[in-house]
């Protein structure tokens, strides 16, 4: 099973990401992990990313999917991957086809998580809110004004990747404003139709 989570930032990927994992042994492959792995192994893509990151550039394109190539070929992704925080262009969406179909694989669905971004703000405010409460440190990506640039730049730069896959017929959608509980099930319901 090989699936992409879309969605803004907070809206429960990275939990149903999880618990997708948990249920149907597959991995989650999240490109900073992937990148920051690659670094530390000093893989040949690894050193051309650790020479631009320190040089404090972002990572090209070519450099994300040459580690997300060589990623998909461990044997942990056997049975199937979840890819978290990628696509976030048409252009690595594009190049994501290229990469699987030169190794004779797709793209099982791609679901996208529908959320009220309003609420969406609130609830960031909310967790950020109940963290402090509990005397633990704040994700600095729940600061109110980080988070809506996380969500402009999601808005501006990858919303347009949900087209590109519903033309393609893999895309679903599920309501990630439903309690933990309901999205995870919408998502298995998804999941028994592919």
Request: aromatic share 4%.
């Amino acid at each position: 099973m090989r699936l992409i989570l879309l969605g803004p930032p907070g809206a429960g990927k990275g939990t149903q990401a999880q618990r997708l994992v948990a249920r149907h042994g597959i991995v989650q492959l999240s490109t900073g992990d992937m990148l920051r792995e690659a670094v530390r192994n000093e893989t040949p893509i690894g050193l051309k990313a650790k020479a631009v990151m320190e040089a404090g550039k972002l990572v090209s394109d070519e450099i994300v999917i040459g580690i997300i190539s060589d990623r998909i070929d461990q044997p942990d992704c056997a049975k199937g991957f979840i890819l978290d925080g990628f696509p976030r262009t048409v252009a690595q969406a594009e190049a994501l086809d290229a990469i699987l179909a030169a190794k004779g694989l797709k793209l099982d669905a791609v679901i996208e998580f529908k959320v009220d971004q309003e609420k969406l703000v609130d609830r960031i405010l909310q967790r950020a809110r109940e963290t402090a409460a509990r005397g633990e440190p704040v994700r600095k990506d729940d600061d109110p004004e980080i988070f809506k640039t996380r969500l402009e730049a999601y808005n501006r730069d990858t919303a347009v990747v949900a087209p590109y896959y519903s033309q393609r017929g893999l895309l679903v959608t599920v309501d990630g404003m439903r309690p933990i509980d309901e999205v995870s099930k919408a998502i298995s319901d998804v999941l028994e139709t592919v």
